[in-house]
């Protein structure tokens, strides 16, 4: 279970109030208007950002003050999830250990879930040669590699067409039954949000709420809500 | 390397150096102002130094900024085969060995070059190059391509559609002048005109072959005969302390002026003002062709003389050769592994007070801080034991400045894209270096490693301090000058001139391929 116990993140004049729990496997949609914090939201679980008061919690053991790379966590950003300088395997590779010294077994474990996410023959291209489908299979490879029980997604998936963007998302799907991971999801559109998460935490005036049923939110939205869903 | 790298993994390497930096620099400084005498042990010589460092300075700095305003002007609105190459040879001097530029110098503006035998043919007095006239010539040469790329940079800052704009109000090159350029040149040239003061306040090499006597010797100089001929310690300690504070109201004078940075990009936008026409068509062409032979002229007579001595070169000139490129390679290895090191802690947003400690080297000239060492050496090392490594040390730290203006902006850059990536995927220590760091900064490492490996292999400053028996390759030359053994000098010009330009070749080319 993850929980934010009371924490209290400042930036300036912005400020982001979290008290909640989400069950284990759990898929959650994070929903809300422009700058209201979705983003701090994932960062404080990532690493990135440290709250000034209060806990954050996995399964009971206080992970608050942990740094980036120890924590339970896998996190697909906006952009750069890729090295360019890196072959495919490279960057897949990372996630088993971040010197890239594999051994037999865990080269076959990194050409293995190339070919399940469909990017069988492309391990030794370079991610610049790759299309924009090509390059976040690259990124699912990863996070299907390093099986992290929490996955953080901070619409990885924006710049791709609709079309595209349902593929992905299925495939994630597909990677998030496997591993069991409680999913965290920034998004902006209410159909990704029906489609993928069960449940979503709506954060308005600098707070999150807890999570809730994602279909009766999104029928029956709050007035802050319903303002910027138009 | 080991320490070091223990360093970066626990993040305390930025903090580690900077604090190694501004403790040498500044116990450097301490040592120097602990062994001064006071201001009253200065002669009226001594002063005479003063006054003639801030006024050769001052005067260098306004021709040259002066001087280039035609070169610049003629480069922004012309197109012309060579451009491109033109503007890229104007960086050159930046990592031309003083020395060679003044063998060439003497080739052509000395008693026996073509300027001379011309003016006496036509009768008219010599001019001579040695004494301040010629102090100042060295510093044009030097400063002139650097200010040019520095207004370049000003023109080529006017937006294009100012230009046409003021094409469709059909403005005459008058109208131009009055409402574009200028403004751009007053706020533009007073930084150009520090650029090139601040260099010439610490000019030694330059001063000690063209200059001395009492009229020609800048402080850094009188340093250095304080040092090496009266053996007086106290008044070349003295006279850093004044250099120092000459440093440093420059550093005032500049926090009221911005210095635009030396080396820029976009230096070759395609699509440039069209140029008026008529006759100042052939005054560009002039001025650009004028600007090349005051450059190309001096370089190309010293090879001319040069090159085909170099078969015959003695053998100490091939030893002094092979030392020097060691010392540049270690130097180069030094100067990057310390700007890494801080560039990485400035982009990781440490106190501001890393980026002030790499920029320290500013304020201490190399003499000031060669004379810093030998006093807090001395008790322990001898004079020779000193002479190389002394040098290597402060030509890296010399580099230092140059290095993290090229690396900070990349390392801040190489954060903010894969900072948080390689975080999550726990990417730390000797893993990170390899796979993220090393291969995303290597061009502006090879850039910097290129410079600093350059500006050591030409550097003639602390070196001279020392009798050594071990002299560096520009030394060597400098010893051929003095007992007048000119196409022996002109040979080893060449091979200086060459490797210097191929040692920041290689890292250059080095960094571009990674």
């Known amino acids: 279970m993850l929980e934010f116990r009371d924490t209290i993140t400042t930036r300036g004049d912005f400020t982001l109030r979290a008290d909640l729990r989400i069950e284990p496997g759990l898929r959650v949609a994070i929903i809300g208007a422009s700058g209201s914090g979705k983003s701090t939201l994932l960062s404080l679980v990532g690493g990135f950002l440290t709250p000034d008061q209060g806990r954050i919690l996995w399964n009971g053991q206080d992970i608050t003050h942990l740094p980036p790379g120890e924590r339970p966590a896998s996190f697909l950003f906006q952009d750069q999830n890729l090295f360019p300088h890196l072959t495919v395997a490279q960057n897949v590779g990372l996630g088993l250990r971040p010197d890239l010294r594999l051994n037999g077994a865990q080269q076959a474990r990194v050409s293995q879930v190339l070919d399940q996410v469909g990017l069988d ?9 790759l299309s924009g489908g090509q390059q976040s299979r690259v990124a699912l490879a990863r996070v299907l590699l390093r099986a992290r029980p929490i996955l953080l997604l901070d619409e990885p998936f924006a710049a791709l067409g609709p079309a595209l963007k349902t593929e992905m998302l299925d495939l994630l ?16 559109d209410p159909r990704d949000a029906r489609a993928f998460a069960t449940e979503t935490v709506l954060i308005q005036d600098g707070r999150a709420d807890p999570p809730t049923p994602t279909g009766p939110l999104l029928d029956h939205p709050p007035p802050g809500l319903r303002a910027y869903l138009g | ?9 626990s993040g305390l390497g930025g903090p580690a150096v900077a604090a190694g930096l501004g403790a040498l620099i500044l116990g450097t400084l301490a040592a120097v102002a602990w062994q001064a005498q006071g201001l009253s042990g200065l002669g009226p010589w001594d002063w005479r130094a003063v006054r003639f460092t801030v006024w050769q300075a001052a005067l260098s700095a306004a021709l040259s900024a002066v001087l280039a305003i035609p070169v610049a002007r003629a480069l922004a609105r012309r197109r012309f085969a060579g451009r491109g190459a033109l503007v890229t040879l104007l960086g050159a001097p930046f990592i031309l060995p003083v020395i060679v530029a003044i063998m060439g110098l003497i080739a052509v503006f000395g008693r026996n070059g073509a300027i001379n035998e011309a003016l006496r043919g036509a009768g008219l007095p010599e001019f001579i190059i040695y004494g301040w006239q010629g102090v100042i010539l060295a510093h044009v040469f030097f400063n002139l391509p650097l200010s040019v790329r520095l207004i370049l940079q000003g023109w080529q800052a006017i937006p294009a559609e100012r230009f046409r704009l003021a094409e469709s109000l059909g403005f005459a090159p008058r109208d131009v002048a009055r409402h574009l350029e200028r403004p751009m040149l007053r706020a533009v040239l007073p930084g150009v005109w520090l650029a090139v003061f601040l260099v010439c306040l610490t000019s030694f090499a330059v001063a000690l072959t063209l200059g001395g006597g009492p009229s020609a010797t800048t402080v850094e100089l009188a340093i250095y005969q304080a040092f090496r001929f009266d053996f007086d310690l106290g008044k070349a300690a003295t006279l850093g302390l004044v250099q120092i504070g000459l440093c440093l109201a420059a550093m005032v004078l500049a926090r009221r002026i911005s210095i635009p940075a030396a080396f820029g990009t976009g230096l070759d936008q395609t699509q440039g003002p069209r140029g008026p026409r008529g006759w100042r068509v052939g005054t560009d062409a002039l001025a650009i062709m004028l600007a090349a032979l005051f450059l190309l002229w001096p370089i190309m007579a010293v090879t001319v003389q040069g090159l085909p001595r170099i078969p015959s070169l003695p053998p100490e000139v091939w030893t002094a050769a092979l030392r020097s490129v060691v010392m540049a390679l270690i130097s180069a290895g030094l ?9 990485l802690a400035i982009a990781r947003g440490r106190a501001a007070w890393i980026e002030a400690a790499g920029m320290l080297p500013i304020i201490a000239s190399p003499l000031v801080l060669g004379t810093g060492l030998f006093i807090l050496l001395r008790g322990w090392f001898s004079t020779d034991a000193l002479a190389l490594p002394v040098t290597v040390a402060i030509n890296a730290i010399m580099a230092l400045p140059f290095g993290l203006r090229a690396l900070i902006p990349a390392a801040q850059a190489l954060r903010e894209d894969y900072g948080r990536l390689a975080d999550s995927l726990d990417m730390r220590g000797l893993a990170r270096l ?5 291969p995303r900064l290597a061009r502006p490492l090879g850039f910097a490693g290129g410079l600093a490996a350059a500006l050591a292999m030409g550097d003639l400053g602390v070196i001279t301090l020392f009798a050594t028996d071990q002299p560096t390759l520009p030394l060597k030359l400098y010893q051929l000058m ?3 053994r000119m196409t022996d000098a002109s040979a080893c010009a060449v091979l200086l001139m060459a490797i210097s330009f191929a040692l920041f070749w290689l890292f250059d080319r080095g960094g571009r391929l990674a």
Not at chain 1, 121 to 129: D, F, I, N, V, Y
Not at chain 2, 335 to 343: K, S
């Open chain 2, 1 to 9: 390397m080991a320490a070091r790298v223990l360093a970066l993994r």
């Open chain 2, 434 to 438: 390899r796979h993220l760091t090393l």
């Open chain 2, 335 to 343: 100067a990057l592994a310390m700007c890494l090191t801080l560039a």
């Open chain 1, 121 to 129: 023959g492309m391990a030794r291209r370079l991610p610049a040669s």
């Open chain 2, 482 to 484: 003095g007992s007048y």
């Open chain 1, 173 to 188: 799907s597909d990677i998030a039954d496997q591993t069991g991971a409680t999913v965290l999801m920034v998004t902006h």
